[in-house]
């Protein structure tokens, strides 16, 4: 046996942020209550999802207050992402209500850096979260996956969220691939968002964004 020690450098990791219990008991309640009945917007992949318009945090006092909230946690994880505060916007926020036996398909969101979801129920374990790494492309794909395999932050393909409460917040980056699998519990309510800086800069090549 080599006593020489050997190091695995974890490169290039993905950031995804929770913040349990960003909304308390009462805040949960006051935002549940002016927005539901509002999502009534089929989705295109599951008869048990619906979503509300996308708005702005201006639509309501709900969305106003959420934003409020959340402003400074989207501030911290774009720290995390671009190194530095820079000054975020919400760009879009939504409601989805996913009924008992509805489902989230695999998607991405554009135009967007920082995603984020506000829980207004607990998620029941079936319908968590999902995160994938990319999908592939047109080529072969080689895995081994079986159950002689250990799973590992470098071989697994996907990672589920772990349990999420009423109130939590979860935010990941906006071209992180995400689901959520058929909800076998009750109705499961969240509030989305997308979020952007007001710019960005590359050594001096700068770009805006509004
Ligand atoms: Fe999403």
Do not use: C
């Not at 909230?69 to 939504?94: C, D, N, R, S, Y």
């Not at 990319?134 to 794909?141: C, E, K, M, Y």
């Not at 952007?196 to 590359?202: E, H, K, M, S, Y």
């Amino acid at each position: 046996m080599s006593q020489v020690a050997s190091q695995v450098i974890p490169l290039f990791p993905t950031p995804v942020m929770r913040v349990e219990k960003l909304l308390d008991a009462e805040t949960v309640a006051m935002v549940t209550d002016e927005v539901t009945g509002s999502a009534n917007l089929a989705n295109a992949f599951s008869d048990h999802l619906s979503h509300t318009p996308v708005a702005g945090v201006g639509a309501n006092d709900a969305f106003a207050r959420l934003g409020t909230l959340v402003m400074p946690h989207v501030t911290a994880f774009g720290e995390v992402l671009f190194g530095e505060a820079l000054a975020w916007q919400i760009k879009e926020i939504w409601v989805n209500v996913l009924e008992p036996g509805g489902r989230q398909a695999i998607h991405t969101h554009a135009n967007s850096f920082i995603s984020g979801v506000v829980y207004l129920t607990d998620a029941h374990p079936s319908a968590n979260i999902i995160f994938h790494k990319a999908l592939g492309g047109a080529g072969f794909i080689f895995g081994n996956s079986n159950p002689n395999a250990r799973v590992n932050a470098f071989n697994g393909g996907k990672w589920m969220m772990p349990q999420t409460s009423a109130g939590d917040l979860v935010m990941f980056p906006s071209y992180l691939l995400h689901e959520v699998p058929p909800n076998h519990g009750e109705r499961r309510i969240s509030i989305a968002f997308n979020a952007i800086p007001d710019r960005l800069d590359n050594h001096g090549y700068a770009v805006r964004f509004s």
